[in-house]
């Protein structure tokens, strides 16, 4: 698990220093809340899909390239943190899982006054998660593995309060999640994947 976070925080460091190069940055952190819904499925013979409802909390690290630059149309965001994420199936049994998820947003927009910028634009996501069931089941919980790759479209605003010294940026998103995985329970281990629809809401402090 170790390794496959740190590649996924490198990949989404390295789009971003590649994106900043010759901008100025500005750097703070964000919280993220959110749901969704969508259809998840065993790989397993006879499976169907069932329900899913999603959850979801994040915090970390985010980095932006221009986030109040009347002259530059583009400006690109990265973020990376923990995501806390609980799947819930029709029967109320919830998969509660913990992870990282590192966000990429290619924003478009302008100043509509000196201090206010609105953007709108794209994401991609990449995540990782580990977690297990809210229940046991014959005494023995269910553990679960999930990676998780999404696209989106975000829009929002950034908020100079003090003189480009302090931004605050506040986002809202729609994205497709799709996730592959494996569940775990005593001896037996079985594929999963499956999607969820979700919308989430994004509030930073960048300086």
Known sequence: ?????????????????????????SLGGYLELGTGSGDFEYDEPYSEEFNIDSSFAGLGFMLETSPITPSKVFSYRLQVGFDSRDLEDDQGVALETVGVLVSNSFAFGGNVAGNIRLWAGPQVLLGYYNGESDVAFDGEKIDITLATFGLGLAGGVNINVSNGKVIIPVTLAFRRMGYAGETEWYVENTDISGYTNDISLTVGVMF
Not at 4 to 10: P, W
Not at 11 to 22: C, F, I, P, R, W
């Open 1 to 25: 698990m170790n390794r496959t976070i740190f590649t996924i925080v490198m990949l989404g460091m390295l789009v971003g220093s590649y994106s900043s190069n010759a901008m100025a940055l």
